[in-house]
């Protein structure tokens, strides 16, 4: 069959809309385009590798936005970004629905974080078991009043637990669930279900009554975090870098990165950059633990 000139133009512009789609995007200035989307936890030190980049590979930009895990998933199955952030492992129906889409999701983990339980400074509570948190969050849970801990919390009148939980899209809220509630438990309801890790923080520095969970890197002098043991006889781990790193925190999580299929080209160059020793640098001074032990810089 023959083409005129006119279908032969549709078919060019076809082709060339599909090899875009395929790989990372150009800018106005001839500069490839990494799009990158997803876990809240993440975008700070994705924000921080990308605007680092721009001095290594300068023909190379990265577009950095939040947003949650689970949208940055469902940008990747869609085709619009080329990297997703998550502080969660992809779900089943997620990986069945990228496949029949026609891709296939690759896993790299970048880094490790410990999810710290924030706790107000007047709270003189020190340490939970994962069953406490469980019953403190879990549908059915017992624990409503922090009188049940036998404490009075200064400047919280009511003695209430403010329970601080993040939204449902977050990689965070599905972790925290997995880790705490296990499988079968739903999260109680009453919660105060944020956008963001910083929100959560902030909630909880200004609220004595307040309980909630976020990555450890938005820690601040402002607030307490609590350690976690297993089980009441311990022990009660503190959540660090180091506590992180090799997984002794009861609530230590994988953060990811994922591709649409086998990384190539500038999309591959930037993940060995990220795993590399500068890369992982990164990542530690902005709080999180790396994949392994980097060289200091020179």
């Not at 190379?60 to 895990?69: P, R, T």
């Not at 007047?122 to 404490?151: C, H, M, R, V």
Request: proline content about 5%.
């Amino acid at each position: 069959m023959s083409l005129s000139p006119r279908g032969t133009l549709v078919c060019t512009l076809v082709l060339c809309a599909i090899t875009v789609a395929s790989c990372s995007r150009r800018d106005s200035a001839s500069r490839a385009v990494i799009q990158n989307k997803g876990s809240d936890t993440l975008v700070n030190v994705a924000q921080a590798w990308a605007e680092t980049y721009k001095t290594v590979n300068p023909d190379v930009a990265i577009a950095v936005s939040g947003g949650g895990s689970g949208t940055g998933i469902s940008a990747l199955i869609n085709g619009t970004v080329d990297l997703a952030n998550a502080s969660r492992r992809m779900k089943d129906k997620e990986i069945a629905l990228a496949r029949k889409n026609g891709v296939e999701p690759k896993e790299f983990i970048v880094g490790y974080d410990a999810l710290a339980v924030f706790l107000h400074p007047n709270n003189p509570i020190d340490k939970f078991t994962i069953a406490q948190l469980a019953d403190i969050y879990g549908e059915n849970g017992g624990f409503e009043s922090w009188k049940q801990f036998q404490i009075t919390v200064p400047g919280c009148d009511s003695a209430e637990i403010v329970r601080v939980s993040r939204q449902n899209n977050s990689g965070t809220y599905a972790y925290f669930k997995k880790a705490i509630l296990g499988k079968e438990r739903e999260y109680k309801l009453g919660s105060r279900d944020l956008h963001g890790s910083k929100d959560v923080v902030d909630l909880v520095e200004h609220t004595p009554c307040a309980i909630g969970y976020s990555g450890l890197a938005y820690k601040t002098p402002k607030v307490k975090v609590a350690a976690i043991g297993m089980s009441d006889d311990g022990p009660f781990i503190t959540p660090s870098v180091a506590t992180a790193a090799d997984r002794s925190y009861p609530i230590a999580r994988p953060l990811i990165m994922y591709t649409r299929g086998e990384p190539k080209g500038a999309v591959k160059a930037y993940l060995d950059w990220i795993l590399s020793d500068e890369g992982q640098r990164i990542i530690q001074e902005k709080g999180y633990a790396p994949v392994r032990a980097v060289a200091p810089k020179q």
